[in-house]
T-cell receptor, first 112, second 115 residues
Framework: ELKVEQNPLFLSMQEGKNYTIYCNYS?????LYWYRQDPGKSLESLFV?????AVKQEGRLMASLDTKARLSTLHITAAVHDLSATYFC????????????FGTGTRLKVLA | DADVTQTPRNRITKTGKRIMLECSQT?????MYWYRQDPGLGLRLIYY???????NKGEISDGYSVSRQAQAKFSLSLESAIPNQTALYFC??????????????FGPGTRLTVL
C-alpha cells in the first residue's frame, strides 16, 4: 500500500532562515509532486519531479527527489513571510492501478 | 476566467438531503478528480475519471457518486448527506503527457456543511 508521510507537520521559522521539509513514501513511484495551499484557498502546483536525482528550483524553493531512498525534500532558502502556507507532496504511479496519494501537509509559518 | 470552476462555493445542507457539486474545466484535460480535504488528513481521492466513459472509485467513495457528463464536466453527488461528509471538496484536472505529467490543477473548492 502506498503511504506518504511528511515532516514536520508544523514549522514556525524566522525570516531569513533556511529549512527543509521531508516527504517519504512507502513503495516504488514514478512521480513526485509538490503543491502549495494558502489558507482558505485552493492548491497550486509548485514542482513535478520525474526521475531519480531530479532537482527543480523556483525562487527560494528547491525540490529534489531520491527514488532509491523514496524521499523528496523541499528546501526553503532565506524564508520570507510570503512563503507562509501549507505545503503538500503527492506521489503518483504510472503502472498498475492508478495511485495519487497526498501527504498530510506541512504548515509553514514564517515570522517577521 | 478560471480554468477549473466549481459550483456552489459554499453549501449548507441537512442530514439526508441529496446534493450535487459541479465542476467544469476549460483546460482540455481528459482526466478529472474529486477530492475531499479534512484538517490533519490532507486530500483524499473520492472518484476519478480518465475520460467520459471511464469512472473509478478512489480511497473513500462510499456515500458518493459521480457523473462525467462531458469531457469538461464532472459532478459529485451525495445521495443522502451525513454530518461526517462536512469537508472542503476539490475538483482537479490533469493531463498524463508532457509537459505536465499528471500535475493536477485544482478548482477553488466547495465548502460543504451537513447539519
Amino acid at each position: 500500500e502506498l503511504k506518504v508521510e511528511q515532516n514536520p507537520l508544523f514549522l514556525s521559522m524566522q525570516e531569513g532562515k533556511n529549512y527543509t521539509i521531508y516527504c517519504n513514501y512507502s513503495t516504488t513511484s514514478d512521480r513526485l509532486y509538490w503543491y502549495r495551499q494558502d489558507p482558505g484557498k485552493s492548491l497550486e502546483s509548485l514542482f513535478v519531479l520525474l526521475s531519480n536525482g531530479a532537482v527543480k528550483q523556483e525562487g527560494r524553493l528547491m525540490a529534489s527527489l531520491d527514488t532509491k531512498a523514496r524521499l523528496s525534500t523541499l528546501h526553503i532558502t532565506a524564508a520570507v513571510h510570503d512563503l507562509s502556507a501549507t505545503y503538500f507532496c503527492a506521489v503518483g504511479t504510472t503502472s498498475g492501478t492508478y495511485k495519487y496519494i497526498f501527504g498530510t501537509g506541512t504548515r509553514l509559518k514564517v515570522l517577521a | 476566467d478560471a480554468d477549473v470552476t466549481q459550483t456552489p462555493r459554499n453549501r449548507i445542507t441537512k442530514t439526508g438531503k441529496r446534493i450535487m457539486l459541479e465542476c467544469s474545466q476549460t483546460k482540455g484535460h481528459d482526466r478529472m478528480y474529486w477530492y475531499r480535504q479534512d484538517p490533519g488528513l490532507g486530500l483524499r481521492l473520492i472518484y476519478y475519471s480518465f475520460d467520459v466513459k471511464d469512472i473509478n472509485k478512489g480511497e473513500i467513495s462510499d456515500g458518493y457518486s459521480v457523473s462525467r457528463q462531458a469531457q469538461a464536466k464532472f459532478s459529485l453527488s451525495l445521495e443522502s448527506a451525513i454530518p461526517n461528509q462536512t469537508a472542503l471538496y476539490f475538483c482537479a484536472t490533469s493531463d498524463q503527457g508532457a509537459p505536465t505529467y499528471n500535475e493536477q490543477f485544482f478548482g477553488p473548492g466547495t465548502r460543504l456543511t451537513v447539519l
